[in-house]
Every structure is written in C-alpha cells, then in structure tokens.
C-alpha cells in the first residue's frame, strides 16, 4: 500500500464490507461534504474518502500548477488512490465535477470501477449553440471566480471568522477552516477555471463503465438539459430526476440521495448476478 | 412583516430551505427597483445574478445547511432592471415549528466593493510583481548554478595545470642536468688554462660547447649558438654536440668539422622548412706544439685574441651561419701565435648589444688570472641585465696559452 499516496490525498477508509465505495468531492468541497451520505453505507460497505492535492487536508506540498491545470490531473489523484489501495471494481460516487473527474479515471482504468454514480454531473458549463445548452455564458464562469476572490475562497478564514464569534458553535470553526482555510487561493482558483472551462463532452461516449445520473430540480449549475444530454451521450447510463434541488443533495437531501443509491445497487447488483448466470433482458 | 423591519435601513429576506423567497423587505424591494412586492414565492434566483446563483449553490446553501449561519458573504444582486447591486450578506438557519428558514439581512456596498476591486486589483499586480520577481530570482539561481559549475571546471583545469607545470617543470629540470652532462670540463694543463661559463636563459640553453685534447699538443675548442633559445634549440644542440664530439676527437681538419656540422643541419630540416634552425658557430684547432690556430667562424660572434703584449684581435666570421646555404665551402684561417697569449669565446647573450666592451675588459685584465677576468666578465654580465632585460643564453671560453 502506497503510504504517500494515502497521506498525500489524506484518505480515509472507514466501514464493513467487501464491496467498496469510494466518494469524489465537487468543486470547492473535501470529504466533509460525504458525511451523512457515507455514514450510511458503512454498515455494509468499505467506504472511501479523500481530498484532491490541493484541497481539504491533503498535502499541499505536492501541488503542482501544470498536473491540476486540467481535469485529468484530478482524475490521476483518483487512479492514485485505487492503486494504493488495491481497488478493483469499486463503486465510484461523484459530485458536481467529482463525477467527470471519475468518468475520465474510469476511461483509463476501467478495471478500478465497477460503476459510476454521478451527483449533477455537467460535461460542459458553457453553452455551445446551437445544440448544446450548459447553462452559462464565459462572463458568467468570470463573474463566478470574481466572486470567489472577492469572498476570499480558500485563501483567508473569513467564514470561518465569523464563527469564532460565536461562543455557542465552538465546534464548527474546526469544520469550517478544514472545508475552507486549507485551500490556497491560487490553488482554488485554478481548480475553478478547470473544472469550469471543461469540455468532455466527446469522452462521455468511450465510457464503458455503467453509470448512475441522478439529476436535481432546479439545479441550476448542472440544469436538467444537461443531464439529459450526459444520459444520452453516456453508454449504460440510467438517469433519475430527483425530488432535491439545488446542485447539493448529498447534504441538503441526503435521505433521498442515499435511497437512490442503494437501489441503484441492489438492483446493479441483480443485474450483475443475473448477467453472470447468462440471463438477458 | 414588522413595520420597523419592513423599512429597516438593510434589505431583509426569508427563504425556504429550497431558496423560495417566503417574504422580502420593502428596503430590498427598494433596492432591487420592485415597486410591489412580486418576489413573494419566487426563487432567490431571480433577484440574483448569474454568478452570484451559481456561487448561493456552491456556498450559500451548504453553509447554511452545515454551519447555519452566513456572515458577511459578498454577492452581487440583479435588480428589476438588470442592474447588478454589490451585497454584503447575513444569513442565519432558524427552525420552528420543524420549518427550517433562512434569514438574511442584505447591505448593499457599491463604494466598499469599488474600494475593493481596487484591493483586489493592486493585490493582482503585487502578484504579477512578485511572480516575474520569482522569475528572475529563479533565472539568478540558475545562473549562480552556471558560474558555480564553471568555476569548479576552472579550478579543475587550474589543478590538472598545476600538475602539469610541475610535471613539466620536473622534465625539463631532468633534460637541463643531461645537457649539461654532455658539456666536457675545461682542460688545464702545463700548456693550457681554461674557464668556462655556461648559463640557459630558461631551463634549457641552445648554446652548446665541447672542449677536447686530440692529442699531446693539440686541442679542440667549439662554440656553437643555435637560433632561439629553449627546448627546440637545445634538442638541436645535442645532435650537433654528438657529431662534434666525434669528429673533432677524431682530430678532423676544421673546415671538414664545419661543413659536417653545416650538413647535418641542412639533412635534419630536409623535409621540413618550417622546423628549420640555423646555428652560428666558431671551431679552434690550437697546436701548441707549432703554435699556430687554424679556425673557421660561421657567423659567429667575433672570437678575441690577446696576445701576451696585450694586442688584440678579433676572429671574425668567415662564413655564414650552419644550416643557411647549402654547399658553402668553410675555407680555414689560421693564424700563428706566441705563448702567454689569452682567448675569449662568447655567445652573443655575453654581449648582446656587440658594444664591444669585452675587449677593454680583456685589456684591462692583463695581469690578472684567468678566474679573475671570468669574475670580471660576469660583473660586467650583471650590470648589464639590471639595465636590459635580456631573454638569451648565455656562453663564454677563456683559454690561456702558456
């Protein structure tokens, strides 16, 4: 087992079970963000969690500017930590970004995966007309990072200052400066014109691995055409429409979330079982 | 709504946990340029800009949901018209009832935020600064890196060359004892007296003498001074020394000695003009017995004779320099002399301006013996050098007849 790779990626591996799952943060969160969804697995799976270089607590000493200028350098932290961990067949559940950043693991090691689930996954955020409708204009993707740096994402503990404040919450500053103090801001930044400015529209149909959408209402920064159009374009993919809204369900519903994953499983699991005795449907 | 927070001078907004705007502030409705309220069940989005939708989605809500509270989080609001208003946003999760809400107190901040993209603008410009700064400082390393390694390189060849003059140094020292070695000594007898001074310039002369008895009365005496000076023209010295040594002992006539001499020069540079060396050269064949000396000088430095009434006179070339012109004839003088006369053959580095002050000296010392006048000639050597600096070798014979 790769030590470095574990330390590096700060990963954690919690749970009973010999199916693993392991949870891909999105854009601008770490592992924290899986509590609820994770905790629910573990009574029957191994559960894995880690931070991207760059982010959370991993290793910030081994950032580098050129590897996580694009997706594929987030994806390699992916592989890293299968490979340190032994990972063969391993469900993949990714958010937001988190999912493309797997889909583009699984195009290269297909072997680690056995499916994918993607939580408001977007293979672009920009439109692209006339046939495809991301969601956002390039001022708009600007207007975002502006706001970023204008909020002090990742570079000063202004959240989290607040809650020092506050002698009744003593607690939750820890929370906070890990989800958002140890993040350089140079670091986020570059994260966000990655994830944003990417376009792996063209990868969704080399994926072999088979797949789970699971589509949020109105959420607006991975909208319901896109989804739609992943559905399409993704090979064995299944698409659910979920109740949440907001791009978050994993912590604003995570009930829902968690039940939509565990029949995906099951029923993955049927499937897989059924196929091995050469049953078809 | 209260009436005081319905004019409260900051916007005040109620949202769901799905971000419907459950109630909204007549300040806000102000602010965002709605003269009644039609926001009331609207999503949030549609009073916020494109950005600031995608950034509530990002932070906003999830800070809400783990944190419940939100302070100070800058947004930018679109109003009625499409305008965007800067915000500074409060935000706190309450649940009654189990109906979770956010609510929110909006201040806008269009001087703060003009303030501040300024900041932000001056803290890119650092950061550029600092950066290209980083740059050089990195350029600077790698020069540093550059010099560093071409210094060691330096000191390397600095050391292999230091090694290598002492390696030199060391050769040439072991060449300097062999030529010498093949100098003979000054003969001194009932029928001669002789001194001899023979000094390289560097380690090596290209000056070369021999002095033989070639029999009971007669005695051999060469000086040869081969062009240049150093490791070249002492090597050349010692082929003509080997020849020399045995045609004069071998007691052949002068001229035959010479032309020998002559072509032995002329062989060894047959084939290469370049290497080419001449020599000036003076040969005496003293017979003491009939008191004659037969003698050729080619181009050679005048030889002086004292004779014992002390007049003088000088041996003057006779020939052109060995190893010039070929097939020159070497015609022998000969010249008869009384006993108690006195001989001086020197190298032009003796006297390297031909100011012949070597006679006067020889004139002077009449009376003296022999060593004294050698200590004279080498006072004389002395003075000159600390007037010229003079870069030639140096060679002289001084033979008494008795």
């Known amino acids: 087992m790769d030590q470095d790779i574990l330390f590096r990626n700060n990963v954690k591996v919690k749970g009973h079970g010999s199916q693993s799952i392991i949870f891909a943060p999105g854009f601008g969160c770490d592992q924290t963000v899986w509590k609820s969804v994770a905790e629910a697995f573990e009574k029957d799976y191994q559960i894995i ?20 200028s694009s997706l594929a350098g987030y994806a390699q932290d992916v592989l890293d930590v299968c490979s340190a961990l032994d990972l063969k067949n391993t469900v993949f559940v990714g958010h937001s970004v988190g999912s493309m950043i797997g889909m583009l693991a699984s195009l290269s090691h297909p072997e680690y995966f056995s499916h994918l689930v993607m939580i408001g996954p977007s293979p672009c955020y920009l439109n692209d007309p006339p046939h495809y409708y991301g969601g956002f204009e390039k001022e708009d993707l600007l207007g975002l990072i502006d706001m970023m740096d204008k909020n002090y994402i990742g570079w000063a503990n202004v959240f989290a200052s607040t809650v020092t404040n506050n002698p009744e919450r003593p607690e939750v500053k820890h929370q906070l400066e890990e989800r958002f103090c140890s993040t350089d801001p140079i670091i986020a930044r570059q994260f966000a014109e990655a994830a944003f400015f990417a376009d792996n529209r063209s990868d969704l149909i080399k994926v072999t691995v088979p797949s789970l959408i699971l589509q949020c209402s109105n959420d607006i920064i991975a909208p319901l055409a896109v989804g739609e159009y992943i559905h399409q374009h993704l090979p064995n993919s299944m698409l659910k429409y979920m109740d949440a809204t907001g791009h978050c369900p994993h912590m604003s519903h995570p009930e829902e979330t968690i039940r939509l994953i565990r029949q995906y499983l099951s029923m993955a699991s049927i499937d897989v079982s059924l196929a091995g005795r050469g049953a078809h449907f | 709504m209260d009436e005081q927070l319905n004019h ?9 946990e799905d971000g419907v705007i459950l ?46 509270q939100v302070e100070e989080m800058y947004i930018s609001l679109a109003s009625n ?321 008795k």
């Open chain 2, 81 to 401: 018209k499409g305008e965007e208003i800067p915000v500074l946003i409060n935000a706190l999760s309450r649940t009654v009832k189990e109906t979770t809400l956010f609510e929110c107190i909006l201040i806008p901040m269009r001087k703060r935020n003009e303030y501040e993209n300024e900041l932000l603008l001056a803290k890119k410009e650092t950061e550029e600064a600092l950066k290209a700064k980083h740059k050089v400082n990195a350029e600077l390393e790698t020069t540093l890196k550059k010099l560093q390694i071409q210094k060691e390189e330096l000191l390397e060849l600095n050391k292999q060359n230091h090694n290598y003059k002492i390696e030199t140094k060391k050769e040439l020292e072991l060449a300097r004892i062999i030529q010498e070695t093949s100098l003979t000594d000054p003969i001194n007898n009932e029928k001669v007296q002789m001194e001899v001074f023979y000094n390289a310039s560097g380690e090596l002369s290209g000056d070369i003498y021999g002095i033989y008895q070639i029999d009971q009365h007669r005695f051999g005496i060469i000086l040869l001074d081969v062009m240049g000076h150093g490791i070249s023209s002492a090597l050349i010295t010692m082929t003509l020394q080997s020849l020399f040594q045995r045609l004069i002992s071998a007691g052949f006539a002068v001229e035959i000695v010479m032309k020998e001499l002559d072509s032995h020069l002329h062989k060894l540079f047959r084939n290469n003009e370049e290497a080419r060396h001449y020599s000036t050269g003076i040969f005496l064949l003293i017979d003491t017995e009939r008191q004659i000396i037969d003698y050729v000088n080619a181009g050679h430095p005048p030889a002086l004779w004292q004779d014992s009434d002390g007049k003088q006179y000088e041996l003057f070339s006779t020939a052109p320099p060995l190893g010039t012109f070929e097939g020159v004839e070497f015609k022998t003088k000969t010249f008869t002399f009384s006993k108690g006369g006195r001989l001086l053959l020197y190298t032009d580095g003796v006297d390297p301006l031909a100011s012949n002050h070597l006679a006067p000296l020889l004139k002077k010392t009449i009376a003296l013996p022999l060593f004294k006048l050698k200590e004279e000639i080498l006072q004389s050597l002395n003075n000159e050098k600390n007037v010229y600096h003079k870069n030639d070798d140096e060679s002289f014979i001084l033979i008494d007849l």
């Open chain 2, 23 to 68: 109630s909204i502030n007549q300040t806000l409705l102000k602010i965002l340029d709605y003269t009644q309220d039609s926001l009331t069940g609207q999503h949030v989005n549609s009073i916020l800009t494109v950005p600031a939708r995608m950034f509530f989605q990002f932070y906003f809500f999830s800070l809400l949901k783990l944190e419940h």
């Open chain 1, 49 to 68: 969690l880690f931070d991207y270089v760059g982010s959370g607590r991993s290793d910030i000493h081994a950032y580098d500017s050129k590897r996580y």
């Open chain 2, 8 to 16: 409260a001078p900051c916007g005040f907004l109620t949202l769901s």
